[in-house]
């Protein structure tokens, strides 16, 4: 039950009891247990929002303070590294494969339907990113789909390392060829240009690899030019978490599908116990708007702790995008991106009953009546 003595969403929604002031800069929520996303988790814990960021995380409710109070669990709003709902074929460019400076959020459909399925799953930041095809796609943009607005347009830089960035007809044709193209663009890039950044250690990589060989070859040449960021895919990451580490590399992995191998999340147990990070796709247009939960709760059965798995699609991911200052985890001064669940957040039993996005009620599953999105 949700106890609502203010109105904190950009459109209506009569509360069940006092009727709202139009607009409140500062609330509070009490919950039955905060999880804050970094592995700790606060009980009977009170998170104070002004003005859409978080001022304090602990016991003690202010006074003065308009304050909700919930039954069910608090956790940072869920991320997902890599989705590609409302772009199209916006994010794919068939002709060239170095476009490393193509900015991927002139793409993103704030008002695109599907986006609301996500939020409905806790989803308050994704990444929108390049086509896999290309050797250096562009950059990835972090959206919220719960508001429509960009957070970060620069992201993170996209590299294809696997076999779909060769091709017959256009180069590079061989693996060879492939890191041939890329240490002459690392070589010839501008300061200020994407791969500059990303060698310079400013802007963080997403570098897509699945086989061994791959992601080895990957690590290696991340560690040569100093590039930070995560590897995508890479289901036997578990098997070189050596080269992974060595490189200070994390892993990005993808949805887990029904009937394949477990081999991927018994490689995420192997990375949480050598410390290595990790995070998730989304995926929604393919896999549907769960499947990151989905894919969590099998880590959790391959025995990845429950606050790990919820760091992974928290904190590690917002530090993976390189907005850990500002998202991922319940913390003074971050965006007070909430979600309330009915229960343990990865718990797949648990319901998303309220979402909140910089502050905004944006998200009422426990109520008949509709909360519009903010920014419509």
């Not at 006074?63 to 909700?68: K, M, Q």
């Not at 957070?151 to 061989?174: H, K, N």
């Not at 036997?236 to 060595?246: H, N, Q, T, Y």
């Not at 590690?316 to 998202?327: E, L, M, P, S, Y």
Request: proline residues 5%; hydrophobic residues 45%.
């Amino acid at each position: 039950m949700l106890t609502l003595s203010f109105l904190a969403a950009a459109a209506s929604l009569a509360p069940t009891a006092v009727p709202a002031p139009a607009a409140v800069d500062a609330f509070a929520i009490r919950a039955k247990m905060v999880h804050v996303g970094d592995g700790t988790s606060v009980e009977n814990g009170v998170v104070v929002v002004t003005d859409g960021t978080i001022t304090s995380v602990g016991t003690a409710a202010p006074e003065g303070v308009p304050l909700i109070e919930v039954d069910g669990h608090v956790s940072p709003g869920l991320i997902g590294l890599r989705d590609a709902t409302g772009v199209g074929s916006e994010n794919n460019e068939t002709t060239r494969k170095l476009t490393p400076d193509a900015d991927v959020s002139r793409a993103f459909d704030p008002h695109h339907p599907g986006w609301r399925r996500l939020v409905e799953q806790g989803v308050t930041a994704v990444a929108i990113t390049p086509g896999s095809s290309r050797i250096a796609g562009g950059t990835a943009a972090l959206v919220s789909p719960a508001t429509g607005e960009i957070l970060a347009s620069r992201a993170m830089v996209c590299l294809g390392m696997s076999s779909s960035s060769i091709s017959s007809e256009v180069e590079p044709t061989s693996y060879a060829g492939l890191y041939r193209h890329l240490d002459e663009a690392f070589s010839a890039a501008a300061a200020d240009s994407a791969l500059g950044m990303a060698k310079a250690g400013r802007m963080p990589v997403l570098m897509r690899a699945r086989t061994r060989a791959e992601v080895v070859n990957a690590a290696s040449f991340a560690k040569q030019m100093g590039l930070k960021g995560a590897i995508v895919g890479a289901p036997r990451a578990g098997e070189i978490v050596g080269s992974l580490k060595d490189a200070g590399l994390a892993v990005v992995f993808d949805t887990f599908r029904v009937g394949a191998e477990l081999r991927m999340a018994r490689s995420g147990k192997a990375l949480a116990d050598a410390g290595v990070p990790f995070a998730f796709v989304t995926d929604a247009t393919s896999s549907g708007p769960s499947a990151m939960r989905m894919t969590a709760a099998a880590f959790q059965r391959a025995g990845v702790a429950p606050q790990a798995v919820l760091s992974a699609m928290t904190r590690n991911a917002a530090d993976i995008a390189g907005v850990g200052a500002t998202h991922g985890t319940i913390a003074a001064g971050k965006s007070a991106d909430l979600v309330v669940w009915s229960g343990v957040p990865t718990d797949l039993t648990s319901r998303v009953e309220h979402v909140f996005a910089a502050g905004r009620h944006v998200l009422d599953a426990t109520s008949a009546e509709e909360i519009g999105r903010a920014h419509v």
